[in-house]
């Protein structure tokens, strides 16, 4: 459906734009999700164990 | 295993600290140096370490490859802790394990490292970076090197600095479980370790007053 | 896993864990190439042509204030004493903590430096060309850095002292990296002889970098 | 305790954290839906512009990002302020959290409209006054950012921060006045006029949804980011409690032995 629009002989500037903007805004989301996963595993860690020993480790 | 230094003379910024010392530690012993402060303590535990050149004397290990440096032979625990802060308590001490040490299989490299920090009452921080801890946590984080490298020689500069009493006392067990097994130790302190049969150096004596 | 390669992973993970340095320089990179302009008004002819030279003199300012972290906190805390007892030599000590820098330091702010291009209007065929050098000449600036960072560990005033030690010996690599550039837009041919003497220049530095930063950290141990 | 206001019940993280934990999806998914149909708009049915042709489609991204890119600065000063004085608990939560964010949106305002650039005035990037304003904007984020991460002592980071943030504000009226004030390449403004806008509203429309989309976009991803750098800080809380604990263990444990 995309490819049907025609932008004219400056397409891959306005094509380039916009890819810009999905790939700085999907860095973003990403780093955010993963960095909000990796607290709460961090805190679910620090939660759950009173006393951790090398048993646990395996 | 015997340690032999003969004759040593090490100055430090044009001022001769150690004037001639003689001296020899066999396997199984422990050896405090005494003194008052700029006696030369630290002095001689940095030149046989191999930081400071002596300028005249020698260090000489019977009993360990000749073919490597007697450095290699030593662990050097000084005033600072040698701790990276944004690095985990196991993080510390596993690099220390594989650069100090023999480079030991996956297993047993690993039971030694749990069993160090459960000597010195890390194992429930493991996880945590070293930057939460305190000072006297992060001392015994770096004495749990002592214990993951095996290493013969060790050169200890006022090792029981900020440990509470407990602490000092389990020191003093490490040490003693360390010459027990045939090492040698030689520390620098003004605190008595609980070293029984430990005998004395007194530095400052010979030395001539400039 | 030899001790080189610990070390080295240990320094690479540090410089992400503490990832404050690198986006300091890179950001120093930034507003330096940036303020170039407002100095020199906004021509761009004038930009375009001075370029390549901005953007290498900026790189080897922002490298320089990226230096003293090779060895100075690991002489701060002890470690250097502790690594000066393991059984890698210090030669290679302080070559896995070059290395390290050049990998945390040296090709971010080469990968940066065609971005920047962008600012002062640099002709687009001289970006393959700009990276390519910098590629090339930035081990130089770690390995000869390294030299400087462990000459004054304990200096007092250690930074302004390292600028002053360390920006003569990247002369060379300034020249030659520029000279490739220049070269090749003019020439097609005219890169290949420039772009060898600058990479002949970082194989010296990676061999005689860690050389004397070695001999200076043994003295300032004592 | 019923007639708290919105901001003294949002003072409190755990509150934070409840009324977030429904409303930020719920915000996420409303940005998604209508910048989806902002993108529509601008994409198939804006007509091209007469004199700028179809690159004025860069406009519909262009210009939201460099408004949020200001929006952000803007909730950093706020914030900043009712850190220094109002000592709200959140505020430093939020002025660190909107940092990368809108420094994200600015970088895009830098990047989509040196790409429009390129086709209007013939080069990627000029040193005019707008350009070069919103680039020093740039550099007050990373700055920020480059503060906080230098400080390893939290609250000393945040008065710090706090009073980077607010001497930065400055920015922001030049950057809006930029184009009035010097006479520069860049087009003055056209949406937010006096008497009112000077463009049709067949382009104006889609600006706006798109402007109205991305605007929710960042207070999802500023929500997210607070909540974020609220376990951030349970985490670290907890840390130092493990190590408290340990310590009070070995006290414990080391009383009957003397």
Redo the contacts between chains.
């Keep these: 459906m995309l490819a049907m629009i025609d932008l004219g002989p400056h397409a891959a500037y306005i094509w380039g734009s916009y890819g810009a903007v999905a790939l700085v805004l999907a860095a973003l989301v990403a780093w955010l999700w993963f960095d909000g996963r990796r607290q709460r595993r961090l805190l679910a860690e620090l939660e759950s164990r009173g006393v951790r020993r090398r048993s646990d480790r395996g | 295993m015997q340690l032999f230094v003969a004759n040593l003379v090490v100055a ?1 910024g044009g001022r001769t600290i150690i004037d001639d010392l003689t001296f020899d530690v066999a396997g199984g012993e422990a050896l405090l140096l005494t003194g008052r402060n700029g006696a030369g303590k630290t002095t001689l535990i ?1 030149a046989l ?5 002596p300028i005249a004397g020698s260090v000489r290990l019977d009993g360990f490859d000749p073919e ?1 440096d007697v ?2 032979a ?3 625990v ?10 985990s308590v196991m ?1 510390n001490v596993a ?2 394990q ?3 040490g023999d ?1 030991g299989s996956g297993t047993a490299a ?2 030694a490292l ?1 069993a160090a920090l ?1 000597r010195f ?9 070293a ?4 000072a ?2 992060k001392r015994r984080l770096s004495l749990c ?1 002592l214990l993951v490298a095996r290493r013969p020689l060790w050169l200890l500069d006022e090792p029981s600095v900020s440990l ?4 000092t006392v389990l020191l003093a067990d490490v040490i003693g479980e360390h010459v027990a097994a045939g090492g040698i130790v030689i520390a620098a302190t003004h605190l008595p370790l609980g070293l029984g049969a430990a005998r004395e150096l007194r530095l400052g004596e010979q030395v001539a007053m400039s | 896993m030899s001790g080189f390669m610990r070390l080295l992973r240990r320094d690479l993970l540090l410089a992400w864990r503490e990832g404050g340095a690198l986006g300091t320089a890179l950001g120093f990179y930034l507003v330096v190439v940036a303020l170039m302009p407002l100095g020199l008004g906004p021509d761009l002819n004038l930009l375009s042509r001075i370029a390549s030279g901005i953007l290498w003199v900026a790189l080897l300012l922002a490298a320089l204030l990226s230096l003293p972290r090779i060895f100075e906190t690991d002489a701060d805390d002890g470690a250097l004493d502790v690594m000066a007892l393991g059984t890698l030599p210090l030669e290679l000590v302080a070559g896995a903590k070059s290395l390290a820098h050049w990998i945390s330091t040296g090709i971010p702010l080469a990968i940066m430096a065609p971005v920047l291009g962008v600012l002062l209007n640099l002709e687009v065929r001289a970006y393959p060309l700009l990276f390519a050098t910098m590629l090339a000449g930035t081990p130089a600036i770690s390995f000869l850095g390294a030299i400087g960072a462990a000459l004054t560990i304990r200096a007092r005033r250690g930074g302004l002292l390292l600028a002053l030690l360390v920006l003569p010996l990247y002369v060379p690599t300034l020249i030659f990296g520029i000279t490739a550039i220049n070269a090749a837009l003019l020439s097609p041919d005219g890169f290949a002889a420039s772009f060898l003497i600058l990479s002949a220049i970082s194989l010296v530095s990676v061999v005689l970098g860690p050389i004397a930063a070695a001999a200076a950290l043994r003295t300032q141990m004592e | 305790m019923q007639n708290q206001s919105i901001t003294q019940r949002l003072a409190n993280p755990t509150r934070f954290m409840q009324l977030t934990d429904w409303l930020m999806p719920l915000t996420a998914a409303i940005a998604v839906v209508v910048i989806a149909a902002g993108l529509y708009l601008a994409l198939f049915v804006a007509p091209p512009d007469y004199q700028q042709g179809e690159t004025v489609k860069i406009m519909f991204i262009h210009v939201p990002s460099a408004w949020l890119g200001m929006m952000g600065y803007l909730m950093i000063a706020i914030s900043s302020f009712g850190l220094l004085v109002f000592r709200h608990p959140l505020a430093d939560v939020s002025a660190k959290a909107a940092a990368p964010i809108g420094a994200a949106f600015t970088l895009l305002a830098l990047i989509t409209g040196s790409l429009w650039g390129k086709p209007m005035w013939g080069t990627y990037w000029v040193w005019d006054a707008r350009l070069t304003s919103v680039l020093i904007l740039f550099f007050l984020y990373l700055g920020l950012m480059a503060l906080r991460s230098a400080l390893d002592d939290e609250s000393l980071a945040a008065k710090q921060a706090a009073v980077l943030g607010l001497v930065g504000v400055v920015i922001l009226p030049i950057i809006k006045f930029s184009v009035d004030w010097w006479n520069t390449l860049h087009q003055p403004a056209s949406v937010v006029k006096l008497d009112g806008p000077a463009i049709h509203s067949s382009i104006l429309v889609p600006l706006l949804v798109n402007a109205v989309g991305f605007s929710i976009l960042f207070l999802a991803l500023h929500m997210k980011a607070m909540r974020n750098e609220v376990l951030r800080r349970r985490v670290k809380a907890l840390r130092l409690a493990e190590v408290e604990r340990a310590a009070k263990r070995e006290r414990t444990a080391a009383a009957p032995a003397e």
């Design positions: 430090r940095r370490a191999g930081y400071l050149r490597r450095r290699e030593c662990h050097y000084g005033h600072l802790d040698a701790n990276k802060a944004s690095l993080e690099f220390w594989g650069y100090l480079g690993g039971d749990w459960e009452g890390l194992d429930a921080l493991a996880d945590i970076p930057a939460y801890l305190s006297g946590q090197r509470d009493a407990a602490s």
